[in-house]
Each structure stands twice: as C-alpha cells, then as structure tokens.
C-alpha cells in the first residue's frame, strides 16, 4: 500500500491520472497502478460473489451521519459515538473497499502492520478497530473526490470543487457518484451487521442529498470556532500535500484561499439544505461542549435523535474519555493578519454561532 490510492479500480486510476495530470512521483504511481492490477482477479470475483447478497438500501436500517467541517471535533464525536451498538467504517474497508470481503480480510494482519500510529494531521492513535470516515474508501471508487485534489495538486482547486460540490459534472456522472456511494454503505451494512453511523466533513455539503438517498437518515453538526478550524485546516493541507501528494506542489496554490472559500460555500449549501430540519431527524452541537462536557453531549444527542444503546454506550465512553484523558491536541495560536482574514470572509459564521477571536500568541485569551 504505497498510497492510498493503491485500493482504487483501474477504471477509477485511469479517470483520475487522465483528469489530474501527469505524475511527478512516478514510483509511487507506477505502484498505485501494479496494486490495481495484481488485485484486479479479486476485486472482480468479489463484486461478481458479494454484490447479490448485499441488502438493499431500503432494507438497511436508516444510518446515522455525522456532519461538519474538517477541524471541528467530527472526530472526537465519532470515536465516542461509535462505541456503541453502531457498525461504522473500519480501516481496512478504506484501503481496500473493493476487496473488503475478500483479499482485505487475507491479508488483514500485514494491513493493520502499515497503519500509522497516529492520523498524518494530528496526534489522534489509529488502532485496526478506530472508526474511520470514508472519503479515502470514495475516492478509490469514484473520481469524483475532494482527495483528489490533494493527491494531483496541479489541479487542485477544481478537483476539490469537483469532489465537494459536483462543480462541471454531468447528472450522469453525480448519479454514479451516488450508486458508487450506496453500493460501499451496502458494503458496510453486510460486513458490520449493524445500523451505520457514517462521518465524512465532505457530506456537510450534500445533506439533501444523503436524505434522499437514505430516507429516515438522522443528522448531528457540530461546529467550532472559524477562526480556529481556519489555522488548523493549514496544517491540515501541508501535512497531507506532503505525504499524499503525486506531483510536486505548485507555487501558486493558495491554501489559505481555498480554506475560506470551501467553508463559506459549504456553510451556505449547508443552512440552506437543512433550513426546517429539527428532531428527531437533526441536531447541531457545538465542538466546545463536546469538549467540556462529553457525556452531556452524548446523552443529548441521544435524546434529541431518539437513538438507543445510550445505556451501553455510557460505560464504554467513559472509559474510553479516561484513556485520552492526556491526550496533547495540536495548539494553533493565531496571528494578527490571519485574525483580520476570517473575520473578513467568514463574518457570517462567526456571527451565527456566536464565536470570538483567538489569543494572539503572548496575549492571554
């Protein structure tokens, strides 16, 4: 698994290395492309042998989907919620989706072996039964990804916008999104045996659409701080540009400009999509009490969604809160000019929820 992309179909490589252009790390390409190639008999006896037996969407219990843009505690609230009775993505269905029954459950040992102690953008631990979101699983299916934009950053801005918000694609081609989509969640239902509970920053800008492919889905946003998800969502790109990256990084990406403008956008497409939604189907919460007061939290939003196992969860919870309770999360303190920045472009939000600016760094808050 040299990449991520190494558990991508050839139909999938062969679209994105077309749209994204050509590679600079060729090694690494070439054993993206040797990956597909040795694994194809697999993948193909698997689609033919698993895909009949998959549920149907409208016989899966409704899933449970977890919104939010990148930075603003969707993790942490994963990691919590997924510790009760809820089938979620495991690591080794996003390295290899296509071959999740298969050659992923052969080769499981050696997999979990190259799993990095902790996730490329922060100190969180990856352990082989952390759940995961399932972009990385998407865009080894689809080309159409928001990832894809970080592994061709030549085209960076548009395959992002591609990727988030369906930007120059046909209705054919964002209706093969979400078969693609549909067929991993089906995937997951078989091999979890449980209802879902889904986490993907991506979703934050489809939600009407994840309704209408899952009617009777249930919703939680969380938000945090804009001026807080702006500095860390720059690491966030540096730090996956640098390991991901299949071509050199062009000068002229502008990462602060695309953090602003992809948030705004999202927010927009977000308000508007949900506008009316209330419980038992929504709930929003912000990243602050989530970190405050994790149990209230969690006990609310069982609550508000009428969701069970809150009584199985609870023990579990708040064991796991123990065990990271010396957890160092990544101190972002921000600068004068990146201050003025959000409070520039991103007024609205900081106004909606109410969110002031951070400490300067040798100021107190």
Request: contains cysteine.
């Amino acid at each position: 698994m040299a990449h991520p992309l190494s558990g991508a179909d050839l139909g999938t490589l062969r679209r994105v290395f077309a749209d994204g252009g050509r590679p600079d790390r060729w090694g690494t390409a070439a054993a993206i492309w040797g990956a597909a190639l040795g694994r194809l008999p697999f993948t193909l006896a698997e689609r033919a042998l698993i895909g009949p037996r998959l549920p149907r969407v409208e016989d899966m219990a409704p899933p449970v989907f977890i919104l939010g843009h990148w930075r603003s505690g969707t993790t942490h609230l994963y990691n919590l919620m997924s510790l009760g009775a809820w089938g979620y993505v495991p690591p080794v269905a996003v390295g290899l989706p296509h071959d999740m029954f298969g050659l992923a459950r052969l080769l499981r040992p050696l997999l979990e072996r190259q799993l990095p102690a902790t996730r490329y953008i922060d100190n969180i631990p990856v352990t082989p039964t952390s759940p995961q979101e399932d972009e990385i699983a998407i865009a080894n299916m689809s080309p159409l990804s928001f990832y894809h934009g970080i592994y061709f950053p030549r085209a960076f801005d548009r395959m992002i916008d591609r990727g988030l918000f369906f930007d120059g694609c046909s209705p054919a081609e964002i209706e093969e999104w979400a078969g693609t989509f549909t067929y991993f969640m089906r995937k997951l239902a078989r091999d979890q045996g449980r209802p879902l509970l889904i986490k993907n920053p991506v979703y934050t800008a489809r939600p009407a659409m994840l309704r209408r492919l899952f009617p009777g889905a249930k919703f939680i946003h969380i938000h945090r701080n804009p001026h807080e998800v702006f500095l860390s969502m720059r690491n966030f790109y540096r730090r996956l540009l640098s390991v991901m990256a299949l071509q050199d990084i062009p000068p002229e990406i502008d990462i602060d400009a695309t953090i602003l403008r992809v948030y705004d956008r999202m927010m927009r497409v977000f308000v508007a999509e949900t506008e009316g939604w209330e419980a038992p189907e929504f709930v929003e919460i912000p990243y602050a009490r989530l970190d405050v007061d994790p149990m209230g939290v969690l006990a609310e939003v069982h609550e508000t969604l009428d969701l069970p196992g809150f009584e199985l969860l609870a023990p579990r919870a708040r064991s796991y809160l123990a065990g990271i309770e010396g957890y160092e999360k990544n101190s972002f303190r921000g600068d004068a000019a990146a201050i003025e920045t959000v409070e520039h472009a991103l007024a609205p939000w900081l106004a909606r929820w109410g969110y002031t600016r951070p400490p300067l760094p040798g100021r107190a808050a």
